[in-house]
């Protein structure tokens, strides 16, 4: 690695056109890595993907995430192998466990057995290792293979997750291990503890595994302006994740009143709700220099990639030029 990496995160909720002018917009400001977000609800991120790997030539991309309960490993592996066709080996694989499965009536047993299983599953496929496969959650019968040849038979994976164990697991068998929704510096020593073990037991290099910390990014010229909106933005987040960094404590009465309005529908008064340093805990928002030096701190605590999130600014495409133009050049 030449550089820190940094990659724009997007929402799946947008047109064809867009994804084509944001993708293009971002490759030329030299972004790295163009993820979509698998959000339920939203437009699947196999679409927009393909679209924004046509209208590339250099940027890595990928979901973030799929997850093996709603989507099988066998359409995990075969979205992935389509995706790499289509960008020529620039495609990446992101997997979590998903997040708000329960509102469709999808549990969520077995977490760890089921992303390892999902794994080995997908890169068998991609490999066209046909011997079968019988785990515990997952099989593939014997005979069982992709009918096309893929791209590449080792797509890159990034296990997404805030749990010790999953990260551990990461540090087994994937290539980076991602904390989505923390923009928190601290937290990065703590993934790479919990990552080092897993590549311990597996007998790899501890620095096989890359860390990725993404979440809500607004960039302005006016930094208060940013911080505004990136704090409805955070509101209905904050609620799901600030019990998970076991590096900084958000107030019990703060986090209570956030989740009370949220679940009222009332976006922005919980935005309201959520004093600066919890904001900077879990979003990159200001002006394009507090942003860059943010994300400075994140790679000083030893990041290798930064994933700035969605709405990127006020105005969607005028955050991603800002980015490009003022954020990527401190770190090339």
Request: proline share 7%; net charge negative.
């Amino acid at each position: 690695m030449t550089h820190p990496l940094i990659g724009l995160g997007f929402q799946s909720d947008k047109t064809p056109g867009e994804y084509v002018r944001l993708a293009r917009t971002a490759e030329e400001a030299g972004v790295d890595v163009l993820s979509v977000y698998g959000d339920f609800g939203y437009q699947p991120p196999i679409v927009p993907l393909t679209l924004m790997a046509e209208a590339t030539e250099r940027v890595r991309l990928g979901p973030a995430c799929l997850n093996p309960y709603s989507l099988a490993p066998h359409e995990i592996a075969g979205q992935t192998a389509a995706l790499d066709l289509v960008s020529e080996g620039r495609a990446y694989l992101g997997l979590s466990r998903g997040t708000w499965l329960g509102a469709v009536g999808i549990d969520q047993p077995l977490p760890i057995t089921t992303m390892r299983e999902t794994v080995e599953v997908v890169r068998r496929l991609l490999r066209g290792d046909d011997r079968g496969f019988h785990g515990d959650v997952f099989r593939l019968e014997p005979g069982t293979s992709l009918s096309y040849e893929p791209a590449r038979v080792d797509v890159p994976v990034t296990l997404g997750s805030w749990g010790p164990r999953t990260l551990a697991l990461g540090g087994e068998v994937a290539e980076e291990v991602k904390v989505g929704g923390s923009a928190n510096p601290d937290i990065v020593p703590w993934v790479r503890e919990q990552v080092e073990r897993g590549c311990q037991r597996a007998g790899r290099p501890v620095d096989a595994v890359g860390i990725c910390v993404g979440a809500v990014t607004v960039v302005d010229p006016d930094g208060d302006v940013a911080r505004d909106l990136a704090r409805r933005e955070v509101a209905m987040y904050l609620a799901v994740v600030a019990d998970l960094d076991p590096t900084f404590v958000v107030d019990q009465e703060v986090l209570d009143e956030v989740r009370f309005r949220v679940s009222e529908g009332r976006q922005e008064e919980a935005g309201k709700a959520i004093p600066p340093e919890v904001l900077r805990r879990f979003a990159f928002a200001g002006t394009p220099a507090e942003v860059a030096a943010h994300a400075e701190a994140v790679f000083a605590a030893g990041a290798q990639r930064v994933e700035f999130g969605t709405p990127h600014g006020i105005v969607h495409e005028e955050g991603v030029r800002l980015i490009g133009e003022r954020v990527v050049p401190a770190f090339r």
